[in-house]
């Protein structure tokens, strides 16, 4: 039987709950809550907002993408958290320092959760990060995937896991 039809969504949910809440709360001093699962993802009403995306990759005994959407206002404030930078040297390092700051951020969340997935037996590998930036766009997984959306809120703001899994053929 193929490995992702194996495991529980449970299971994902587990260990995606921790990995966001850990990574929040040691590497930015934030605490996020989790507010539940979203299928498909909701589109906000009124006008479009800035979105950065860090997408991780991880392949091995399973395969698949996690994308953590972060508004543009929320990821400069994480980035200014991550790096210890004042709101001068936040305006001085321009956009580099929020795709930097949010592509490890997410690299972080995804390794904590590939993790969980290799102590369940699963073992897998992460891909180097990736960063999108936009507003109003969605992702379209393939018909060969299992889709799990998971919503976080930070004091207002919402963080979006949105994880894809690959089914065998």
């Known amino acids: 039987m193929p490995a992702t039809e194996e495991i529980a969504e449970s299971l994902i949910r587990e260990h995606i709950v921790r990995a966001v809440g850990d990574v929040f709360k040691t590497m930015l001093g934030q605490s996020v809550q989790f507010r539940g699962v979203d299928c498909p993802p909701a589109r906000q009403a ?19 993408l996690i994308y953590l959407y972060i508004e543009e206002e929320f990821a400069a404030r994480c980035t200014r958290d991550l790096l210890g930078m004042s709101e001068q040297e936040f305006a001085e390092s321009g956009a580099e320092s929020v795709n930097d700051a949010i592509g490890e951020i997410t690299n972080m969340v995804v390794g904590s959760f590939k993790n969980g997935l290799c102590d369940a037996g699963y073992p897998c590998k992460l891909t180097i990060p990736s960063i999108l930036r936009g507003s109003n766009f969605s992702v379209e997984p ?28």
């Open 46 to 64: 009124g006008a479009p907002v800035q979105q950065i995306v860090g997408t991780v990759g991880f392949v091995g005994d399973i395969n698949g």
């Open 142 to 169: 393939i018909k060969t995937s299992l889709r799990h959306i998971y919503l976080f809120d930070n004091g207002g703001h919402q963080i979006t896991a949105d994880i894809l899994l690959k089914l065998e053929d």
